[in-house]
């Protein structure tokens, strides 16, 4: 196996191990946090973190991927020299949109919730979250340059430990504000993503010394042939244009979406409430599994770029392959499992029926998430930023205006809708472009139709056998995942939809 093949892979354990660990810690708290604020406080919280996501999505996203594509460019033409002076005007930049971020955040924190958010609890939220922007834009630059050095533990160590210290910063700060309502709880979890993300950002910039002073020479760098502002915007801008639009448009959605269940009849309580339930206990759970994909497209940015930049199309087309394939394989099951197992999850997670019925309507689309999450990372990596803001720019705004349309007369299930019209149509468009790109071949029978007709029979199989039997939410998740994958992988390796040589 060839040495670049067994760093990836070791890479990708690590991130997905890494991930694994974060999300299960995460996803064990939230289900703390949400009996400690309750359905209505996730919802507040889910309105404050929008803007949250928004401002680092200014701060930060295009940079961490333009960091990661032009030292892995340089990397790979063996000039290691400029390494240290795109770092230097990628971090005067990040911390340049950082600090306007800021500002407008912290000054305009009560227009925002009177008027924008509709709720005056959610200023001191957003006053408090600005604390993080300046530190979330570094930590982004290094994790990019870490990516790019094909060195996965800095930024997973970072990881495991801005996780850990959330959830102990975030347990004692709400723990010392319960009872005092959730306008405080909610700026006290906002404290403490704030503190953590602090912590993780000095791990970063000491992980970078060390690693510099090991590999790089610091006094004596080569002058690059090439502006470093004008390739970042290149790359950063239309990324960081869409994120940042589609964080913008997504904030608006977040707003308008409990405002418009109200007018199908719900309180105001209530809208927020199940606003909550999707976006604070439904999703996060539903992303669990996605842990190893999501390192992937991770780590298909450096690779993909490296490829492209060296002219090494077979390689181009077979990474596309592989990848599509791996994520086809594995998203089938687990839709299948979350469909018929949303129930016990959602009680087992967070006494919640309302959680286990809205995992049970997003259950059919996870095929469709995790194949737009890889292929968003495989474009970045071939240069296709315009084409992925284009296609997240008319998602939104195409969202926006079918919640304006269809909540107030469909409620709950008109967002639902709503939700797989949006992800089908991102799903489609970003994998046909990278189709067109990569020149990658799909065999839709044995890939995608095989595949999904196994997890279902299967599944529905599994299903019907142990509902005659009476057993409590844990075995009966624990026993329908085991039996239904253990049978599907060995339909699908029988029937050849995966082979042993492409998982080499």
Not at 192 to 206: Q, R
Not at 225 to 251: M, Q
Not at 436 to 462: C, D, E
């Amino acid at each position: 196996m060839r040495k670049s093949k067994v760093i990836f892979i070791k890479n990708a354990l690590i991130l997905t191990v890494t991930g694994l660990v974060i999300r299960f810690l995460g996803l064990i708290f939230r289900v703390w946090m949400a009996s400690a604020v309750g359905a209505e406080g996730m919802g507040l919280y889910s309105q404050v973190f929008s803007f949250y996501m928004l401002a680092s999505a200014f701060a930060s996203t295009g940079i961490n991927t333009a960091v990661t594509r032009l030292v892995s460019e340089e990397l790979a033409l063996g000039r290691t020299g400029g390494i240290k002076i795109i770092l230097k005007r990628c971090l005067a930049v990040t911390l340049f949109i950082a600090t306007v971020s800021v500002l407008v955040i912290f000054f305009g924190a009560d227009f925002i919730a009177n008027n924008i958010i509709g709720d005056t609890r959610a200023a001191p939220s957003l006053k408090t979250l600005t604390i993080s922007l300046p530190f979330m834009g570094i930590s982004s630059c290094l994790k990019g340059y870490f990516i790019a050095r094909k060195k996965a533990s800095p930024a997973s160590s970072s990881g495991i430990l801005e996780q850990l210290a959330r959830i102990a910063l975030i347990f004692l700060l709400v723990s010392k504000t319960a009872g005092k309502g959730i306008a405080l709880s909610c700026r006290a979890v906002v404290l403490g993503d704030c503190l953590a993300e602090v912590l993780s950002c000095g791990f970063m910039y000491i992980s970078y010394n060390v690693d510099k002073r090991r590999h790089f020479k610091t006094d004596n760098y080569n002058k690059l042939g090439y502006s470093v502002l004008k390739k970042l915007f290149h790359i950063a801008a239309p990324i960081t244009s869409g994120r940042y639009l589609n964080s913008l448009l997504r904030t608006i959605e977040n707003i308008i979406v409990p405002k418009n269940l109200e007018k199908s009849g719900m309180t105001s309580s209530d809208a927020l409430s199940v606003f909550g339930v999707i976006k604070g206990m439904a999703l996060p759970l539903i992303f669990f599994p996605a842990t190893f994909l999501n390192a992937m497209s991770t780590l298909l940015i450096p690779e993909m770029s490296e490829a492209a930049v060296s002219g090494r199309n077979l390689k181009v087309k077979y990474t596309a392959e592989k990848s599509i394939h791996i994520t086809l394989i594995a998203a089938f099951p687990l839709s299948v499992i979350f469909f018929y197992a949303s129930a016990p999850l959602g009680l087992l997670f967070y006494k919640d029926s309302t959680s286990g019925e809205i995992i049970r309507l997003l259950a059919p689309i996870i095929p469709l998430m995790y194949m737009d999450s890889v292929c968003d990372g495989l474009l970045k990596g071939l240069d296709q930023q315009f084409s992925l803001f284009r296609n997240s720019l008319i998602d939104s705004l195409a969202r926006i205006v079918l919640i304006l349309v269809f909540l107030k007369r469909y409620g709950i299930y008109g967002f639902i809708g709503i939700m797989y019209l949006s992800n089908a149509f991102t799903c489609i468009m970003n994998f046909f472009r990278l189709k067109r790109i990569s020149k990658a071949n799909i065999p839709w029978f044995s890939w995608v139709i095989l595949p999904a007709l196994f997890a279902l029979l299967i599944g529905t199989t599994v299903y019907l056998i142990l509902d005659t039997l009476t057993l409590n939410n844990l075995i009966f998740s624990v026993v329908f995942t085991l039996l239904t994958c253990i049978l599907y992988v060995f339909a699908v390796v029988k029937t050849k939809c995966i082979t042993r040589e492409d998982l080499r």
